[in-house]
């Protein structure tokens, strides 16, 4: 009896092609919008997530002032750092990994008739350990460079390009305005950061070098902490700032002058605002799958009126009620769930297309496929139900009189 009914539909549905195909048409974008938002939005979670964790592996930031507070906000003035901050932080917190003081300045990179304004960063082997950043070629800096600050460096990717293009810079002597360096090494690439900023724009170099010869002063810009595994970030941050107020004197009550920021944290900051903002979009696209019920219900009760004679033969025959129902109710049961299916293979083919233009990874759950198809059937379920009602609820003689 339902395979008769279902059969029966789909004469129906192939006798009015056209009219099918635009009755289903709401569901098929709903279904589509709903794959690709929901698509788009787990590649950006996770994109996100990859971008900051490229910042370091458990990285803490601990930086003098307050931050900057909102756009165009001033950066604190407050006392920096040295590097008896860092080696207190090392001896005096446990379940670290690496602790590297950093300073930076702006500078110009100057390779024979090429030049390219980027930033040097000083700071020590820890580096290396804390950016969980590789080598692509050459070494690090021995004992006795970054005792001596001696004068080598390390280029990151960008600063290798604009400098050298394909050349291979080790062993080259480069200019960071009027102190010459000798290249050891070039930085394995990481990309932009979470932040939208180049983080293979640099070069670093033994930490005494910027303080001796180029900044003239001890002072640490920032001390980056690296947590090892299992031990929680949230704690290590507590204790930082707890010794940092003792190491600063800052007496109870009065505020920081310097700041922790835990990359963790931003990472499940950012992650969960990328996921709000999914859920947001996909309740949009989900609205064109209630437009397209409503598509359905409309296209359904004008096929009742067309097939009101129909309707009364098959009524004076014998038919029951509930087989009328059942007849119109498949009927948009299978437009819905045709509507799902086509939805279904656009929005994947919308989500590769965009994934690759944006840049994101593709990244589909069949959980999400799933749902989509099965909230399809129920659109059609849901508004199908009331005029299959109402064909089932006709007075066959009423209906036999119908013009």
């Known amino acids: 009896m339902i395979w008769e009914t279902i059969l029966l539909a789909l004469r129906d549905i192939r006798r009015n092609a056209l009219r099918s195909s635009l009755t289903i048409l709401g569901i098929v974008m709903g279904v589509a919008a709903v794959i690709t938002m929901v698509t ?54 446990s379940g670290l990994e690496a602790v590297a003081p950093v300073t930076s300045r702006t500078t110009q990179a100057i390779y024979g008739n090429k030049n390219w304004s980027t ?29 001596s600050g001696k004068a080598v460096c390390l280029l990151g990717s960008t600063v290798r390009k604009e400098l050298f293009d394909d050349q291979d810079p080790e062993g080259e002597t480069i200019r960071l ?42 002072d640490v810009t920032a001390i980056y902490v690296s947590a090892l595994n299992g031990v929680s970030t949230t704690t290590l941050q507590e204790e930082l700032e707890r010794l940092m107020r003792q190491r600063r004197r800052i007496a109870s009550g009065e505020d920081d002058n310097f700041h922790v920021r835990d990359m963790q944290e931003i990472v499940s900051t950012l992650t969960g605002t990328t996921r709000l903002l999914t859920a947001l979009l996909s309740a949009v696209a ?26 009364g033969i098959r009524m004076a025959i014998g038919a029951l009620e509930r087989e009328v129902l059942t007849q119109f109710l498949v009927e948009a049961v299978i437009l819905s769930s045709f509507g799902g299916v086509f939805g279904i293979v656009l929005g994947l083919l919308a ?51 119908h013009e």
């Open 119 to 147: 930033a040097i960063v000083g700071s020590t082997n820890a580096y290396f350990q804390v950016r969980d950043w590789d080598l692509q070629t050459g070494r690090i800096f021995t004992e006795s460079e970054l005792r």
């Open 286 to 311: 989900a609205v064109s799958l209630l437009v397209g019920g409503i598509g359905i219900m409309n296209i359904m009760l004008v096929s009742v009126t067309e097939r009101t004679r129909e309707i």
């Open 40 to 93: 788009l939005g787990n590649g950006a979670t996770v994109q996100v997530a990859a971008d900051i964790s490229r910042l370091g592996s458990n990285l803490l930031q601990v930086r003098p002032g307050q931050g900057i507070r909102g756009p165009g906000g001033i950066r604190s003035t407050a006392e920096l750092f040295d590097v008896h901050d860092a080696e207190a932080i090392s001896r005096e917190i």
């Open 177 to 218: 305005e009027k102190l010459s360096c000798k290249v050891i090494g070039v930085l394995a690439s990481k990309g932009q950061s979470g932040f939208g900023s180049d983080q293979d724009d640099f070069v670093l170099v033994p930490l005494r070098l910027v303080q001796r010869r180029v900044a003239g002063n001890t």
């Open 351 to 401: 989500s590769v297309f965009s994934a690759d233009k944006l840049g994101v990874p593709f990244i589909v759950k069949p959980g999400i496929i799933a749902i989509a198809f099965g909230f399809s059937a129920a659109v059609g379920v849901l508004f199908g139900f009331f005029p299959a009602r109402q064909a089932a609820r006709m007075d066959p003689i009423d209906a036999l009189r």
